[in-house]
């Protein structure tokens, strides 16, 4: 696949790439004013949760506190959001990443089920949920067969002391030295971070429910710091929002936070050939347009899922603008299992039937709310 006339991040001249197509037949097309990027690697979402709206009534001190009252005053809300099969609410949390040029997703929670067919979806890990939501923490945590896996949990999520606390308590049991990824770490110290791999960082989730975030100037020289977005249940499902969110806090340079959805992601959770432009290779591949008069990382970080006009994974085209759609034409691409959508006022053709399963959901749920 030739896609022509790119720019690259921190390269001065715009590039034709050579990406080795999966299916597909030989396929050349040109951009004007174009980016082209890695797909993006979402390190925390849960898949079945993003039909969740938001929700939360006030700060919260803990994700307990959160969690008993969500269960009380949006009990019918809930309600409505889990008569949905949970097959279909994962297609769409699917969908949700996809359609932000996310093409590898690290799913928490419990096992799913999940279709490859999009984007990739990684569970590899161990998850477990927190300290005080997971019953039988220490035993999983100690299990004989598991000291080499990695473990991913919910940890110091909140502003209590007791938050705090949880962390040394996981740090203490973890006698074996297991993997931790921690999530969230909104109570974390720098000294706590080095007894962790990683931290996936939510910026938005936790500024939503806690009015605040984990210390990530300090915690990133202890720790590495990849990035999440968590569950429409507590965060913007755009991604691109949620980085510009971060950025804004000026905690860390732009190329050192664009590592953490890229690069960094790639290397933590073994996703091979992802996080960077690798030409010749089936790559996840994402090609934006520039917004207007923007230069350099601001072009990076000023993206909007209506500015995406092409979603490669795994070689593959799985989202383009409708402003592609003659030449995919001339060079005979099969557009008999695409389907258009508008995202902001722009056409996206997605691949299968993404209108035909939010009709679906709506016959479960005929006030869903998608984007
Ligand atoms: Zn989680």
Not at 240 to 266: E, F, I, N, S, Y
Request: net charge neutral; charged share 20%; aromatic share 8%.
């Amino acid at each position: 696949m030739q896609l022509r006339n790119l720019h690259i991040v921190e390269q001065e001249a715009a590039k034709d790439l050579h990406i080795a197509g999966g299916r597909s037949a030989p396929i050349s097309l040109s951009f004007e004013n174009a980016i082209a990027l890695p797909g993006l690697i979402n390190s925390h979402d849960h898949l079945d949760f993003d039909l969740f709206p938001r929700l939360g009534n006030r700060t919260y001190g803990s994700y307990t506190e959160w969690g008993s009252d969500i269960h009380q005053a949006d009990k019918e809300n809930i309600a409505n959001v889990l008569r949905i099969p949970r097959e279909l609410r994962i297609r769409w949390g699917i969908y949700k990443n996809l359609l932000a040029g996310v093409t590898s997703v690290i799913h928490h929670g419990s096992y799913l089920d999940t279709p490859q067919d999009l984007i990739s979806i990684t569970q590899t890990a161990e998850s477990l949920h927190s300290i005080s939501g997971e019953k039988g923490w220490r035993r999983k945590l100690l299990h004989p067969f598991r000291r080499q896996r990695q473990l991913v949990i919910h940890i110091g999520e909140g502003t209590t002391p007791a938050c705090a606390k949880e962390i040394s308590q996981l740090i203490r049991w973890n006698v074996f030295r297991r993997p931790l990824i921690g999530i969230h770490g909104i109570a974390m110290t720098e000294e706590q971070a080095a007894a962790f791999k990683a931290l996936v960082w939510c910026p938005d989730s936790n500024f939503f429910l806690y009015g605040k975030t984990a210390d990530i100037q300090q915690l990133r020289r202890r720790t590495k710091i990849v990035f999440g977005t968590d569950s429409t249940l507590t965060a913007s499902w755009d991604i691109w929002q949620q980085l510009r969110l971060a950025r804004q806090l000026k905690v860390v340079d732009d190329a050192a936070l664009w590592d953490m959805v890229t690069a960094g992601p790639a290397r933590l959770w073994g996703l091979d050939g992802c996080g960077e432009i690798s030409e010749d290779r089936t790559a996840d591949l994402v090609i934006a347009a520039v917004p207007p008069g923007a230069t350099g990382w601001n072009a990076v970080f000023g993206v909007k899922p209506r500015d995406i006009l092409l979603v490669l994974h795994q070689g593959n085209i799985r989202l383009f603008d409708g402003s592609l759609h003659d030449q995919l034409i001339k060079n005979a691409w099969p557009m008999d299992n695409f389907f258009p959508i508008a995202i902001d006022g722009k056409i996206k053709h997605i691949q299968g039937d993404l209108p035909g399963l939010m009709r679906e959901i709506q016959t479960y749920h005929p006030d869903a709310s998608f984007i």
